[in-house]
């Protein structure tokens, strides 16, 4: 059947409604649970793109593409050099006359931008330094399995207002969740994110901004980290390390959310800076069900992109 993903790109949380989360996720729990999302990618190829690094994102996007039935493309900055070798138009056309859909781990999101405006087959954003929505999609899976629900749960995101942060505050504007962000002065996120998080919020949509964890903490049911310096801030590893060093999700700290919150992080954690081993391998943590959940929601995607055919 024909469903509204059909054909799209996927560049931005904000370019999704509701229903089309509620589809994805409501896809990936039928395939995690056993179910079959049939073969729409039979006898299609698919590039994916890494400029970054890759563990999860290039393993959960294999295994989704092949149990659709199609065939992942790995191609990695070094051959392709893109905007050196080549310019990413140029790129992006070439590859839309060999494949039937890009899957792109880039540096810039003006880059994705540019794949995108040339390229007629769907492209999908496996990160850029903007945002991930695929791993937000992934979250909010995991957020349901975990709480039963998404509108008005209490997540309380604690640290860098980073690409992931980004993802979340538009998916919680979208879905009704209570987010609450905690992070030191200076690294808030861009003020052009929140301007789009408050267009896009719905009824009853909660959104907190705040540098004192006390607030943020209150009655969470999640924590949700992410690293403290992401890839290319290296240089800023040490006075970030200082400057977030109270907002390190140890004992204590989850401690003061509601009793039995559940912990999540986006991976790969460094331990001991921003988590610690007793909590991210504790009983409260959901870091690896999160983990596997990017399986199950970029096949649905992909499965809703191609064929919209769900059982």
Known sequence: ??????????????????????????????????????????????A?????????????????????????????????????????????RILDRYLDAIVARLTSHRDLLRMAANADAPVVNAMTDREHPCQVLADLLTVREATG???????AYVGDGNNVCTS??????????????????????????LETGQALRGDGTRMLLSHDPGPVLDGAAIIYTDVWASMGQEAEQQRRREDFAHLQVNDALVARAAPGARVMHCLPAHRGEEITDSVLDGPQSIV??????????????LALVFAGAVP
């Open 1 to 46: 059947m024909y469903h509204a993903l059909a054909g799209r790109d996927l560049l931005s949380i904000a370019d999704l409604s509701r229903d089309d989360i509620d589809a994805v996720l409501d896809a990936g729990a039928l395939a995690k649970g056993g179910g079959h999302l049939g073969r729409p990618l039979e006898g299609r190829c698919l």
């Open 48 to 92: 994916m793109i890494f400029q970054r690094p890759s563990n999860r994102t290039r393993v959960s996007f294999e295994v989704a593409i092949q149990r659709l039935g199609g065939h992942p493309i790995p191609v990695f900055s070094q051959e392709i050099q893109m905007g050196e070798r080549e310019s990413v138009a140029d790129v992006s």
């Open 149 to 155: 629900g998404l509108r008005g749960v209490p997540v």
């Open 168 to 193: 979340w505050i538009y998916a919680a504007a979208i879905c009704g969740i209570d987010l609450r962000i905690v992070c030191p002065p200076g690294y808030e996120p861009p003020a052009a994110v």
């Open 288 to 301: 690896f069900d999160q983990a596997e959940n990017r399986m199950w929601v970029q096949q649905a995607l």
